[in-house]
């Protein structure tokens, strides 16, 4: 017996593209058996994530900073920034449900995965590269006072402090906290000092806005 000839596939036009959409190894079944065919925008895992939701969900994965709800509806071809946030809130849900590791943080203008904190002491035996945003007290102090007085001189960060700063300064630059945010009107024009968003990721801030109240801290003694 002759074996059956094969058939070429034509181009795939409207008709042929709609067939994708039945379930794999479909075709092999019985037609009793057969699954319906999976709507356009149909659930792509068993934890009831459909498209739209996957793709925001693998963008976020791959995110290495917090990325603004409009980039995330950009990036995972949704209508808008409100539909992207719609989405956050119901893959926030399905995490918790889940018992997830993971939860999604909103910080730094824009939204991240995040470890949940009771599984800290187990990653940090495994990633060190934390290390480089460890901050000396002088450090942390000169810090402070560029994020509370920003955009701020460097003279004016002295004249805080009582003493140079301006090699604690080049540092916090290097680790990515502080920028160059301008130039002040004044004399020579000195530069103006500001955060950066890097500061915002590293104390887990939305804004600036979001920096504790001066007269709350803890006064000195």
Do not use: N
């Not at 001066?214 to 006064?219: D, G, R």
């Amino acid at each position: 017996m002759r074996p059956p000839a094969f058939r070429p596939l034509g181009p795939l036009g409207p008709a042929a593209r709609r067939a994708t959409t039945t379930r794999p190894g479909d075709a092999r079944l019985p037609a009793a058996l057969r699954l319906p065919p999976l709507p356009a925008d149909a659930a792509v895992d068993p934890l009831g994530r459909d498209a739209k939701l996957a793709r925001l969900e693998a963008a976020l994965f791959l995110a290495d900073e917090p990325l603004a709800a409009k980039k995330l509806a950009d990036a995972a071809g949704l209508a808008d920034a409100a539909e992207a946030r719609r989405l956050i809130g119901r893959l926030r849900e399905l995490l918790d449900a889940d018992g997830s590791a993971f939860q999604v943080e909103e910080f730094a203008g824009g939204f991240q995965f995040l470890t949940r904190p009771p599984y800290h002491p187990w990653l940090v035996r495994l990633r060190r590269t934390g290390h480089d945003l460890r901050l000396t007290p002088v450090a942390l102090e000169t810090l402070a006072v560029v994020a509370y007085k920003q955009p701020v001189m460097k003279a004016e960060v002295e004249a805080v402090r009582g003493v140079a700063c301006g090699e604690v300064i080049r540092v916090l630059m290097e680790k990515g906290l502080v920028r160059v945010a301008g130039r002040d009107a004044s004399l020579g024009r000195p530069q103006l000092y500001g955060t950066t968003k890097k500061f915002l990721q590293a104390f887990g801030l939305k804004s600036l806005s979001d920096l504790p109240d001066v007269e709350s801290l803890p006064k000195p003694t």
